[in-house]
């Protein structure tokens, strides 16, 4: 996906980098996610080509309207991984701090990838407590994730999570967001089957 550069102006790139974001974004939270644990690389593609073809009708990305539609139609017809090549747009870890929007999703990767689950988002009057029966259930509780984060994706309001699952994965789950830099939790609520935390940044 890095093709996609070609003869942009580098004052774009912070746009690039940012439409990459929100379609990372939108495929973590999507309902997508409820139906099963394990998307096929296909599902993917299609949650991400959707969204990319509906953000190229926005003023916002003009610049390279022609490239992502270009891009899309090259991704989904040689079977790439589209995930994969939205996440090389993402601006390196070294040098300056991630924005806050960057580390949150690394952060539901991590999470996702340490429980073998998919995080949900739900309102909580919504949330299904019987999803992933066999394993555990991670709900980050809220109507619009988006809001939670500024345009220029720094984080502005604190995010509740919902967690379910033995005391195992309750131990990986709270050590996983312990281990941020950027971020710390307060628990909310617990019992023996499920916990409730309020994230916020450090």
């Given at each position: 996906?890095?093709?996609?550069?070609?003869?942009?102006?580098?004052?774009?790139?912070?746009?690039?980098?940012?439409?990459?974001?929100?379609?990372?974004?939108?495929l973590?939270?999507?309902?997508?996610?409820?139906?099963?644990?394990?998307?096929?690389r296909?599902?993917?593609?299609?949650?991400?080509?959707?969204?990319?073809?509906?953000?190229?009708?926005?003023?916002?990305?003009?610049?390279?309207?022609?490239?992502?539609?270009?891009?899309?139609?090259?991704a989904?017809?040689?079977?790439?991984?589209?995930?994969?090549?939205?996440?090389?747009?993402?601006?390196?870890?070294?040098?300056?701090e991630?924005p806050?929007?960057?580390?949150?999703?690394?952060?539901?990767?991590?999470?996702?990838?340490?429980?073998?689950?998919?995080?949900?988002?739900?309102?909580?009057?919504?949330?299904?407590?019987?999803?992933?029966?066999?394993?555990?259930?991670?709900?980050?509780?809220?109507?619009?994730?988006n809001?939670?984060?500024?345009?220029?994706?720094?984080?502005?309001?604190?995010?509740?999570?919902?967690?379910?699952?033995?005391?195992?994965?309750?131990?990986?789950?709270?050590?996983?967001?312990?281990?941020?830099?950027?971020?710390?939790?307060?628990v909310?609520?617990?019992d023996?089957?499920?916990v409730?935390?309020?994230?916020?940044?450090?």
């Amino acid at each position: 996906m890095r093709s996609i550069h070609t003869k942009i102006k580098p004052e774009f790139e912070p746009l690039l980098s940012e439409l990459a974001l929100h379609a990372l974004l939108h495929l973590y939270t999507s309902n997508a996610g409820k139906v099963s644990l394990k998307r096929s690389r296909s599902d993917v593609n299609d949650v991400i080509s959707g969204w990319l073809n509906k953000a190229s009708n926005s003023k916002k990305y003009k610049p390279f309207k022609k490239k992502i539609r270009s891009l899309v139609t090259h991704a989904r017809s040689q079977r790439l991984d589209m995930e994969a090549m939205l996440e090389n747009l993402l601006p390196p870890e070294g040098g300056d701090e991630l924005p806050h929007l960057d580390s949150f999703l690394l952060l539901i990767n991590t999470l996702e990838k340490e429980l073998n689950t998919t995080v949900l988002v739900s309102s909580p009057e919504s949330v299904d407590l019987q999803f992933n029966p066999k394993g555990c259930l991670l709900c980050v509780l809220s109507q619009d994730l988006n809001a939670h984060f500024s345009e220029r994706n720094r984080f502005i309001a604190d995010i509740s999570m919902l967690f379910r699952g033995t005391n195992g994965e309750k131990h990986a789950f709270l050590r996983t967001i312990y281990s941020s830099s950027i971020f710390e939790h307060k628990v909310e609520f617990e019992d023996g089957e499920f916990v409730r935390i309020t994230l916020s940044l450090r």
